[in-house]
């Protein structure tokens, strides 16, 4: 039991928090437009196949020639995605709320469709990111199982790796279950605010991957420690942490890059609208 | 999707610029056997770029993480795969191999 529970329950974990993005840009589509939301749909299960494409290709690239590939350049590229799907999504969330009530009325469809095609993007990019980066370490895992499996093991270690996916899949519907007690409105509100946070950690990450890097200063050192209210180690802290960007022993760095953030959400959200109508 | 393009291209430039920077690192060695981790602790100085190379002896795979250095990397069977870290705080940071749940937790002292 323990070795394929252990395959089980790491295939589940990975799984789980690419699921949970899917979820919410899906909830996110689902109360938007008819039109809209089947077209952004295209985009987002476009941006899952994109992500599995590319989590294949880099979990071999990491097998054959992880020994040389570069610590740093690998971070850099990771940055740089995590950058540009951030910037995508909060893009993609403004544009939402500046047209989604009209776009059901709007029935220009030549000028509508065109502006309609841009703005996809940002799910399209976030799945793919979500999807490759958990999906790679998942064929890494599963190559290298297999290899150690030798004679005749491979078929248990199928067997839990099917099980663990059927696991993240059934949690996954468990939490959609969740998603439609909640009211209409409400729930409109809510996933916007969670692809905002979840922008917000990409931001995070990828100032922390700057830092690492030596390309952002950091600030100071840890200014307090809050593990003990909530750390962002372990799997359901873990977890909180890369789709909030909760820090739970932050340098002034990150609580600088957190307030720019949130300061410039909160300003484009709520800030009087012009006068177009 | 120019921009990405082009933001890819940048960042690829500029990986030598860094690795050359990371040169006057001091390396260190961590060793994965499926399961088990060698050394428990390691001593590093605080304050410095490090270099840590990390070995998967091990039949299965492994997975070097630690939340607190917001670091992980995956390594097949055999890999050895080189980290960077520039400038820790002094203090304890915990890691562990992330395919193995069960085993302990080792930890990095920054001094």
Same mark, same amino acid.
């Given at each position: 039991m323990?070795?394929?529970?252990?395959v089980v329950?790491?295939?589940?974990r990975?799984?789980?928090?690419?699921?949970l993005?899917?979820g919410i840009?899906?909830?996110w589509l689902?109360?938007?437009g008819?039109?809209a939301?089947?077209r952004?749909r295209?985009?987002?299960w476009?941006g899952?196949?994109?992500?599995l494409v590319a989590?294949a290709?880099?979990? $071999?690239?990491?097998?054959l020639f992880?020994?040389?590939?570069?610590?740093?350049s690998?971070?850099?590229?990771q940055?740089?995605l995590?950058?540009?799907?951030?910037?995508?999504i909060v893009q993609?969330?403004?544009w939402m709320?500046?047209?989604?009530r009209t776009?059901k009325?709007?029935?220009?469809?030549a000028?509508?469709?065109?502006?309609?095609k841009g703005?996809?993007?940002?799910?399209?990019?976030l799945?793919?990111?979500?999807?490759a980066r958990e999906?790679?370490e $998942?064929v890494?895992?599963?190559?290298?199982?297999l290899?150690?499996?030798?004679?005749?093991?491979?078929?248990p270690v199928v067997f839990?790796?099917?099980?663990g996916?059927?696991?993240?899949?059934?949690?996954?519907g468990?939490?959609?279950?969740g998603?439609?007690?909640?009211?209409?409105?409400l729930?409109f509100?809510?996933?916007?605010?969670?692809?905002?946070?979840?922008a917000?950690?990409?931001?995070?990450t990828?100032?922390?991957?700057?830092v690492?890097?030596g390309?952002?200063p950091?600030?100071?050192g840890?200014l *307090?420690?809050?593990?003990s209210l909530?750390?962002?180690?372990?799997?359901f802290?873990?977890l909180?942490?890369?789709?909030?960007? *909760?820090?739970?022993?932050?340098d002034?760095?990150?609580?600088?890059?957190?307030l720019?953030?949130?300061?410039?959400?909160?300003?484009?959200?709520?800030?009087?609208?012009? $006068?177009?109508? | 999707?120019?921009?990405?393009a082009f933001f890819v291209?940048?960042?690829l430039?500029?990986a030598?610029?860094l690795?050359?920077?990371a040169?006057?690192a001091t390396?260190?060695?961590?060793?994965f056997?499926?399961g088990k981790?060698e050394p428990?602790?390691l001593?590093v100085?605080a304050?410095?770029?490090? %270099?840590i190379?990390l070995?998967n &002896?091990?039949?299965?795979?492994a997975?070097? %993480?630690?939340?607190q250095?917001?670091k992980? &990397?995956?390594?097949?069977p055999?890999?050895?795969?080189?980290?960077?870290i520039?400038?820790?705080d002094p203090g304890?940071y915990?890691?562990?191999?992330?395919?193995h749940?069960?085993a302990?937790?080792a930890?990095?002292?920054a &001094?």
């Open positions: 323990g070795q394929f529970g252990n329950f790491i295939v589940w990975e799984s789980i928090e690419a699921l993005v899917i840009l899906q909830a689902g109360q938007q008819g039109d939301s089947s952004g295209a985009y987002l476009a899952v196949a994109a992500g989590a290709l880099l979990g $071999t690239a990491l097998i992880g020994d040389r590939l570069d610590d740093d690998q971070q850099i590229f940055t740089v995590m950058l540009l799907a951030a910037g995508l993609m969330v403004l709320r500046r047209h989604g776009l009325r709007d029935l220009e469809t000028l509508q469709g065109a502006a309609d703005n996809w993007w940002g799910v399209f990019t799945a793919a990111i979500a999807v999906g790679c $998942t890494v895992f599963l190559a290298g199982t290899s150690a499996a030798r004679s005749g093991g491979f078929a839990s790796a099917v099980g996916l059927a696991l993240a899949v059934a949690t996954y468990l939490l959609q279950l998603g439609k007690i909640l009211s209409w409105r729930f509100r809510v996933t916007e605010i969670l692809l905002l946070l979840l917000g950690a990409l931001l995070l990828a100032a922390d991957n700057l690492a890097l390309l952002l950091r600030l100071s840890r *307090w420690d809050a593990s909530l750390s962002d180690g372990g799997v802290g873990g909180f942490a890369s789709l909030t960007g *909760w820090r739970a022993r932050p002034l760095t990150e609580i600088l890059v957190f720019v953030y949130w300061g410039a959400m909160a300003w484009l959200l709520f800030r009087p609208k012009p $006068t177009t109508r | 999707m120019k921009s990405a291209v940048l960042a430039a500029s030598p610029a690795s050359a920077r040169e006057n390396a260190f060695r961590i060793e056997n499926d981790v428990l602790r001593d100085p304050n410095q770029t490090l %270099e190379e070995v &002896k091990g039949q299965g795979p997975e070097f %993480e630690s939340k250095l917001r992980e &990397k995956v390594l097949a055999g890999a050895t795969v080189t980290l960077v520039r400038g820790l304890e915990d890691f562990f191999d992330d395919f749940p069960d302990p937790p930890r990095l002292v &001094k």
